[in-house]
């Protein structure tokens, strides 16, 4: 209890004007004490500064570490106040990371994009069927614009083409996504927040082939960026961090609210509730659906909350057996910090965020490497320019997918459907196979 106290209180006080990390420092190492913590968080509230709250880590005022930086995720720390104190100080800056979605022309759009103006899209056309497969077998990606289609079922038959028919639920999911029509959910993200390129469903043992997103309405700037992960692939691999995700793995962490326990509570902070995950309200149903996605999970019953935590132990890349090679198949979404910019969740500490992602031996990444991470799908992504009708469907082993922060001007609205392909079971790596 000490150590986390001590920890907010560190990277709270760091926000205080005219003080720095030493001043903290010798602040506290006179007398390590709650009560000393509690003093320096009296004192930030004397402040009124504005860009600090109860609970906000914006180190707006932080003069040693600069604009937008806190204290990096806590760690294990003795008890002993004075040891813990340094160790707490040593930690590394947690800066915010922006992802950049330059539109690239790492792949030519005219290889994947099939102009459907002269074909009435109300109905199959073998013609059209068949060039989508070709495209996607050839590319992994395919784009149908000027379909002339405007409702999210028409397009969805289109989208099944290449995705498949059967109708994949989404349930152990890390987004709050809500079902549009049967199987057909929206994008289950604020429009403010940035996305960082990932690939859908990543996180869990039962991932999906392919995914398709389609355009019902869109806004200036409304774009979805899709990343090669070939060329991705190949440019991590040739650093030092791409190396060490090959040799020491990855672990997702979940941490999953109860919507039962929230549902007369402000949940402007809550993420995602367990019974939205997996689509039950019986918790005595999650393990077995928990156990076919590979997840291990964790119940913390305080009372009437039931909070679950789940991991998945796995590797970076998988295997894709189209072009037998190994495919990056991560990123930094499964982390805390793809809620740097959600409205609600961005001010809550790291180490108390829904998602957090190490590496399998359960060790921390670096700021620089999760720079890294960032860089290179962004110097491979391009975007897809949505208009009315137009239907997307990706691999997910080939691209990664995401978007920018959209701010939708007035009288103008972005609905996209999302449909995921067929399910295959995780291997991770083959070795042999770089």
């Known amino acids: 209890m ?3 106290s001590c920890t907010r209180a560190m990277r709270r006080f760091s926000t205080v004007p005219n003080m720095t990390l030493e001043s903290v420092a010798t602040s506290m190492l006179q007398e390590p004490t709650v009560s000393v913590v509690e003093s320096m968080l009296e004192r930030i509230a004397e402040t009124h500064n504005p860009a600090i709250d109860e609970l906000s880590l914006e180190a707006s005022g ?12 806590e760690i294990d720390i003795p008890d002993v106040p004075c040891a813990m104190i340094k160790q707490v100080l040593a930690l590394e800056p947690y800066t915010v990371i922006r992802p950049m979605f330059p539109d690239t022309d790492a792949l030519d759009r005219s290889l994947f994009t099939i102009d459907c103006n002269q074909v009435d ?7 059209v069927v068949n060039l989508m497969k070709q495209t996607y077998h050839d590319q992994g990606i395919v784009y149908l614009c000027n379909t002339n289609l405007t409702q999210l079922g028409d397009m969805q038959n289109w989208a099944k083409v290449l995705v498949g028919q059967a109708d994949v639920e989404y349930t152990g999911g890390a987004n709050p996504r809500k ?16 996305l960082h390129y990932h690939h859908e469903m990543a996180y869990v043992g039962r991932s999906v082939k392919s995914i398709s997103l389609f355009c019902k309405h869109t806004c200036d700037n409304g774009g979805t960026f899709a990343s090669d992960n070939l060329q991705t692939t190949d440019a991590l691999l040739a650093t030092e961090f791409g190396q060490k995700l090959k040799d020491k793995n990855i672990c997702y962490v979940r941490n999953l609210t109860d919507r039962a326990f929230y549902a007369d509570k402000d949940q402007s902070m ?17 393990e077995p659906l928990a156990t076919e996605r590979g997840l291990v999970i964790e119940w913390d019953v305080q009372g009437e909350n039931r909070f679950l935590k789940t991991k998945y132990y796995v590797s970076a890349f998988e295997y894709f057996a189209q072009l037998d090679r190994n495919l990056l198949y991560s990123s930094v979404a499964d982390d805390a910090m793809w809620f740097d910019s959600w409205p609600g969740i961005d001010v809550v500490p790291d180490e108390e965020r829904p998602l957090k992602l190490t590496f399998g031996d359960d060790s921390s990444m ?7 991470y960032v860089d290179v799908y962004d110097n491979y992504g391009f975007e897809l320019k949505w ?15 995401g978007r920018p922060g959209i701010v939708l001007p007035e009288g103008q609205k972005r609905e996209l459907g999302v449909i995921l392909g067929e399910t295959f079971e995780r291997e991770g790596h083959r070795d042999g196979k770089w």
């Open 366 to 372: 670096t700021q620089q490497e999760k720079q890294l």
């Open 2 to 4: 000490f150590a986390r």
């Open 121 to 127: 899209m109300k109905q199959l056309n073998p013609d």
């Open 62 to 73: 932080a003069e040693l570490l600069g604009e937008n930086t806190v204290f990096g995720p």
């Open 387 to 401: 208009q009315p009708g137009d239907i997307g469907v990706m691999c997910n082993y080939r691209f990664a997918h």
């Open 270 to 286: 809550v993420y995602n509730h367990w019974q939205d995950s997996f689509d039950v309200e019986d918790p005595e149903l999650v």
């Open 179 to 194: 079902a549009l029509e049967k199987n057909v959910y929206d994008v289950g993200a604020p429009l403010s927040a940035w």
